[in-house]
């Protein structure tokens, strides 16, 4: 039992891409049973939604500001959701944060999560 763990942040440029993984055992429940969410807070700013993806992986969603670049991926084997991003512009730089519902279905508020992970930082330079 433990709480969600994110990886794969660091500092790029621009048009670069990095892949966030987020790596959870469950706690009630197992990894395949929550609905899983990523959100990012910048510097100053509110934390906001930026996917999800329901517990069987058939379904997700995304922020407007993401959609084209961003994809939400999960593998229930490894008891792990990933974000591939693509085409990372200043905008992205954030605190990313990893949290699981225990919705099953896609969720995109945050009180609709019940474990959250620590963050890892993206920094995106000009």
């Known amino acids: 039992q433990g709480l969600p763990v994110e990886s794969g942040g660091g500092l790029v440029q621009a048009g670069d891409s990095l892949r966030l993984s987020c790596a959870f055992s469950g706690r009630a429940y197992t990894f395949k049973d929550y609905g899983m969410g990523w959100f990012r807070q910048a510097p100053g700013k509110e934390r906001e939604f930026v996917s999800a993806i329901d517990s069987g992986g058939g379904d997700t969603s995304y922020a407007d500001s993401v959609k084209g670049r961003f994809t939400i991926t999960r593998d229930n084997a490894k008891n792990t959701v990933y974000l591939q991003m693509n085409s990372l512009k200043p905008e992205d730089t954030a605190v990313y944060y990893c949290?699981?519902?225990?919705?099953?279905?896609?969720?995109?508020?945050?009180?609709?999560?019940?474990?959250w992970g620590q963050g890892t930082q993206v920094t995106v330079s000009s």
């Open positions: 949290a699981a519902s225990e919705y099953t279905i896609v969720s995109i508020t945050s009180d609709a999560y019940n474990y």
